[in-house]
T-cell receptor, first 115, second 114 residues
Framework: DTGVSQNPRHKITKRGQNVTFRCDPI?????LYWYRQTLGQGPEFLTY????????KSRLLSDRFSAERPKGSFSTLEIQRTEQGDSAMYLC?????????????FGSGTQLSVL | AQKITQTQPGMFVQEKEAVTLDCTYD???????LFWYKQPSSGEMIFLIYQGSYDQQNATEGRYSLNFQKARKSANLVISASQLGDSAMYFCAMRGQNDYKLSFGAGTTVTVRA
């Protein structure tokens, strides 16, 4: 068990470019979450996968954002035509249990800076 | 929808003293869970403690305890015997009974002074 892994740790891009982040959850975890966190704020939910099915998407997830989880293993989050407002920390989390007390295990995040 | 409010943006505490972090919540779900996470400067969110809405006793995990007052809709975190390594941002979060996700508050920054 190596924990939740996210790559890259940091990404600097120019406005208008596309970026893709990767998340590798804990191997036996079938539930995967993406959150976005801006400086000084709490994480905001973006989307949720159960195995390969994307079951919930936040209204924060505009058409420029797409997430996938092929084969129910790793997940990718792509942002097209990046804007300066997309600058944030993108956190991935996974869990095994959907019981009320099922905690989320988080990765260290990908810090995106859009210039 | 769940709403979490943390009104203390930052707190200072002397090493070895206790500190209480406030958290109030709002939900229409009859059953829910409350969580506290720690986020050091490295960025990773670390789970600290969990309280279920129907749990009879307040949760404790080592130096962490949760002061749960259901009627007031508050779930304050108490850190006893503060250590320098406790300096971090702390988030209160909750999950309703039909929720997949956790909803987080804005967080409280704790700085422990030697």
């Amino acid at each position: 068990d190596t924990g939740v892994s996210q790559n890259p740790r940091h990404k600097i891009t120019k406005r208008g470019q596309n970026v893709t982040f990767r998340c590798d959850p804990i191997s036996e975890h079938n539930r995967l979450y993406w959150y976005r966190q801006t400086l000084g704020q709490g994480p905001e939910f973006l989307t949720y996968f159960q195995n390969e099915a994307q079951l919930e998407k936040s209204r924060l997830l505009s058409d420029r954002f797409s997430a996938e989880r092929p084969k129910g293993s790793f997940s990718t989050l792509e942002i097209q035509r990046t804007e300066q407002g997309d600058s944030a920390m993108y956190l991935c989390a996974s869990s095994l249990s959907l019981r009320m007390e099922g905690k989320l295990f988080f990765g260290s995040g990908t810090q995106l800076s859009v210039l | 929808a769940q709403k979490i409010t943390q009104t203390q943006p930052g707190m200072f505490v002397q090493e070895k003293e206790a500190v209480t972090l406030d958290c109030t919540y709002d939900t229409s779900d009859p059953s829910y869970g409350l969580f506290w996470y720690k986020q050091p400067s490295s960025g990773e969110m670390i789970f600290l403690i969990y309280q279920g809405s129907y749990d009879q006793q307040n949760a404790t995990e080592g130096r962490y305890s949760l002061n749960f007052q259901k009627a007031r809709k508050s779930a304050n975190l108490v850190i006893s015997a503060s250590q320098l390594g406790d300096s971090a941002m702390y988030f209160c979060a909750m999950r309703g009974q039909n929720d997949y996700k956790l909803s987080f508050g804005a967080g409280t920054t704790v700085t422990v002074r030697a």
